[in-house]
C-alpha cells in the first residue's frame, strides 16, 4: 500500500486544518491507521491512532483538541485538528499496519506550521 498525505499548512494559533492520507490499496485489511509528528530537533511521537471497530486513541496533548476518522469505502484516514497551538507545529505521517506488532507502512509526511 501506498500512503499519500495532504492539507498541511500555515495556519494561527486557535486555529484547525484537516489532515487526510489517501491508501492506493485497500486498506480494510490494515487494523490500524494514524498519525505521527515531528517536531523540529524532536523524536516522532505518536498522535492519534484509529482501530478497525471504532476504537481511537489519542496522545495526551491532544486529547480534546484533535479526532481521527478512517473512511475504509475511500481507502482514507483523516485528522481533524481543532484549537491549535505553536507545539502542534511539525511534519505529519500518516501510517498503516495490520497489528500493533507488523510493519509499518509510511505516508510522505506532511508540514504543518501553527504561529503564535
Known amino acids: 500500500v501506498q500512503l499519500q498525505a495532504s492539507g498541511g499548512g500555515l495556519v494561527q494559533a486557535g486555529g484547525s486544518l484537516r489532515l487526510s492520507c489517501a491508501a492506493s490499496?485497500?486498506?480494510?485489511?490494515?487494523?490500524?491507521l494514524g498519525w505521527y509528528r515531528q517536531a523540529p530537533g524532536k523524536q516522532r511521537e505518536l498522535v492519534a491512532d484509529?482501530?478497525?471497530?471504532?476504537?481511537?486513541n489519542y496522545a495526551d496533548s491532544v486529547k480534546g483538541r484533535f479526532t481521527i476518522s478512517r473512511d475504509n469505502a475511500k481507502n482514507t484516514v483523516y485528522l481533524q485538528m481543532n484549537s491549535l497551538k505553536p507545539e502542534d507545529t511539525g511534519v505529519y505521517y500518516c501510517?498503516?499496519?495490520?497489528?500493533?506488532?507488523?510493519?509499518?507502512?509510511w505516508g510522505q509526511g506532511t508540514e504543518v506550521t501553527v504561529s503564535s
Open positions: 490499496g485497500n486498506i480494510f485489511s490494515f487494523n490500524v
Open positions: 484509529a482501530i478497525r471497530g471504532g476504537t481511537t
Open positions: 501510517y498503516a499496519r495490520r497489528d500493533y506488532a507488523s510493519e509499518i507502512f
